[in-house]
């Protein structure tokens, strides 16, 4: 081999081992620096921003267009804003579980460790429905009804396709999973769901979790789901 075209080669490798090693060094840091309560909420903001469903590649079922109301859609922003795993009506879940809320004062405080919130690794996928050609994320309750002494229930979760990510609602009764219904989908990865149920109402908010290289989005929907709380309770 040419000795200038091995020399080239090894100044390359070299040049492709100090940045390997540099990208190591610096995710190590990042954990370290989002270990503690006050460093995971040092300069953590949610922010308000006017973009639409399109901004964010995310587009609602037809079935559910008129069940479906947008309500918001929130940037977080911080250091350790790519830590965060679920959002709930103000509170974030970091992926350990921990839950912070803002006090009166606007400052984040530990809340508590929200089963409703817990993440991915608690969670046995074995235990929901499986969609054509997609994996499991996490999932959700929503609603749950008991008739006769069988219990059935109403969850809303997320699966993973090729090219998209699905979030569906799917009923369970008698040990027996209904096919999934397609509430919505979207081109950038969704981390969780989380229901946060209407005291009045068959219906509740949802909070998705939506993030990117770039950013990570918090999209609020109203979610009117009493067709599927009708069919939840129906003895057929």
């Known amino acids: 081999m040419n000795y200038s075209i091995h020399k ?6 070299a040049a492709m081992v100090l940045v390997f090693a540099a990208d190591i060094s610096q995710a190590a840091q ?4 989002c270990a503690t309560n006050s460093e995971r ?3 953590l903001r949610i922010l308000e921003v006017r973009k639409s469903f399109d901004d964010l590649l995310f587009k609602v079922s037809p079935s559910q267009q ?3 109301l947008l309500l918001g859609i929130n940037t977080l922003e911080g250091p350790c804003a ?3 795993y679920a959002s709930k009506m103000g509170q974030v879940a970091f992926s350990d579980g921990e839950v912070f809320s803002k006090n009166s004062d606007g400052e984040w405080v530990y809340f508590r460790n929200d089963p409703e919130l817990m993440p991915l690794s608690s969670i046995d996928p074995s235990h929901y429905p499986s969609t054509n050609n997609a994996s499991f994320i996490m999932a959700s309750s929503v609603d749950q009804s008991s008739i006769k002494g069988e219990s059935s229930t109403l969850s809303i979760g997320i699966w993973r396709m090729l090219d998209s990510y699905i979030v569906a609602a799917f009923i369970k009764r008698k040990n027996v999973y209904m096919p999934p219904v397609e509430v919505a989908r979207s081109a950038k990865p969704l981390k969780s769901v989380t229901f ?3 005291p009045d109402s068959n219906g509740g908010v949802l909070s998705l979790l939506q993030n990117s290289e770039s950013e990570t989005s918090i999209i609020t929907l109203g979610w009117d789901h009493s067709a599927l709380s009708k069919i939840l309770r129906s003895q057929q």
Request: hydrophobic residues 40%; charged residues 15%; aromatic residues 4%.
């Open 8 to 13: 080239v080669l090894l100044s390359t490798l």
């Open 196 to 198: 946060f149920p209407s």
């Open 30 to 33: 990042h954990a370290r620096n």
């Open 41 to 43: 909420t040092a300069g």
């Open 66 to 68: 008129k069940n479906i």
């Open 82 to 84: 790519g830590e965060i």
